[in-house]
């Protein structure tokens, strides 16, 4: 089953979220990790890459990358 993404306007809010698509014409919410399961993972990341300070945004981008990563795999399954 494939997915296509796209972006919907939700009212007149400039706020976007992305929906997927699958190829029957469902509708998925991708899910969003939590706060605290990205700030947990940001945290191994950090512990993994010698507990070096000046790198939170980058670790924790990668961890909330990861995370959406990990669960649309899961959901594709």
Same mark, same amino acid.
């Given at each position: 089953m494939g997915l296509k993404t796209k972006k +919907?306007? $939700?009212g !007149?809010? !400039?706020h976007r979220a992305t929906e997927a698509i699958q190829s029957d014409g469902a509708q998925?919410? #991708?899910h969003l #990790?939590? $706060?605290d399961e990205i700030k947990h993972r940001a945290y191994e990341i950090y512990l993994? /890459?010698?507990a070096t300070d000046g790198h939170d945004l980058e670790d924790w981008l /990668? +961890?909330?990358r990861g995370l959406?990563? +990990?669960s649309g !795999? +899961?959901?594709s399954e």
């Open positions: +919907a306007a $939700h !007149k809010k !400039k998925v919410t #991708p #990790p939590a $706060h993994s /890459q010698g /990668q +961890a909330e959406r990563e +990990a !795999k +899961a959901a």
